[in-house]
């Protein structure tokens, strides 16, 4: 497939419906039940300077979109942090360099903002997937992840 211009963007208010839609092919994550309930907290997330969400449009729809939170620190010469959730280009999207995109502007965020590190964690075992994000600049031998579900 061809590489397309990648206009990123931050999301819209007037989005969630588009996004959450983007969202269900992050796995086992269906749509809200009650659109509604999502409100208080979709208003939060808005109203947060440092929580971001980036997203690629086409055709009137939003196609691909990473989350990029940026934590205040007291250590590294209280230089924060950033931490990239939610990447996800929707299938019929992927190929065209729109997930890269995402991430390459979450990066120039993360160092406008002086952070100094970016850390992503994914659930995907797929060789693909995990060729995916080294090429985009992120190491599996710098660190050793952890997670705990709280489910």
């Avoid at 729809?61 to 205040?72: E, F, K, W």
């Avoid at 931490?83 to 993360?110: C, M």
Wanted: glycine content about 8%; aromatic content about 8%; hydrophobic content about 40%.
């Amino acid at each position: 497939m061809e590489k397309a211009e990648c206009a990123v963007r931050p999301v819209r208010r007037e989005e969630l419906g588009g996004l959450l839609g983007l969202y269900t092919f992050l796995g086992d994550n269906p749509l809200p039940a009650d659109m509604a309930a999502a409100l208080p907290l979709w208003e939060r997330i808005l109203q947060n300077p440092d929580y971001r969400i980036l997203v690629i449009e086409e055709g009137g729809r939003i196609v691909s979109s990473c989350t990029l939170l940026v934590v205040p620190n007291l250590t590294h010469g209280q230089r924060p942090y950033a931490l990239v959730e939610n990447v996800v280009t929707h299938p019929d999207f992927r190929g065209r360099g729109f997930g890269t995109a995402v991430l390459n502007a979450a990066r120039e965020i993360a160092r406008r903002e002086n952070c100094y590190k970016i850390m992503l964690l994914t659930g995907s075992k797929r060789e693909s997937t995990l060729q995916f994000y080294k090429r985009a600049g992120y190491r599996d031998d710098l660190k050793t992840g952890f997670c705990q579900k709280l489910d």
